[in-house]
Nanobody, 114 residues
Framework: QVQLVESGGGLVQPGGSLRLSCVASGFTLSRYVMKWYRQAPGKEREVVAR????????NYAASVQGRFTISRDNAKNTVYLQMNSLKPEDTAVYYC???????WGQGTQVTVSS
C-alpha cells in the first residue's frame, strides 16, 4: 500500500527556515519524479518544486526560486524540502507526491507569522 508521510512543518517567524521530509513507502521511490506542493486556505494546490528520479534535475516555482531547495535520498525513501527566508505568503499545508501522483498524504502545516 502506497503511503506518503510528510513532516517537519511548524510555526516560524518571517525570515526563518524549516526542513520538510516526505517518507515514501509501498513503491520504489527511485523510479519516480517527485514534487512538493502546497495549498493555502481558499486556494488551489500548487507545485512548488520538482526533482528528477535520480535527483540530478530540479525545478522551482518562481515564488520560491532561490529560497527553497528540493533534494532526495532514495536509499532512505525520503524527499526533502529545505525552506529558507520564509515569508507569510508561504503559509500553507505542504504535500509531496510522485509523477503520476498516488493518493495524497495528510501534509504538514507550515505557518509563517510573527
Amino acid at each position: 500500500q502506497v503511503q506518503l508521510v510528510e513532516s517537519g512543518g511548524g510555526l516560524v517567524q518571517p525570515g526563518g527556515s524549516l526542513r520538510l521530509s516526505c517518507v515514501a513507502s509501498g513503491f520504489t521511490l527511485s523510479r519516480y519524479v517527485m514534487k512538493w506542493y502546497r495549498q493555502a486556505p481558499g486556494k488551489e494546490r500548487e507545485v512548488v518544486a520538482r526533482i528528477g528520479s535520480a535527483g540530478g534535475s530540479t525545478n522551482y516555482a518562481a515564488s520560491v526560486q532561490g529560497r527553497f531547495t528540493i533534494s532526495r535520498d532514495n536509499a532512505k525513501n525520503t524527499v526533502y524540502l529545505q525552506m529558507n527566508s520564509l515569508k507569510p505568503e508561504d503559509t500553507a499545508v505542504y504535500y509531496c507526491n510522485a509523477v503520476p501522483p498516488f493518493s495524497w498524504g495528510q501534509g504538514t502545516q507550515v505557518t509563517v507569522s510573527s
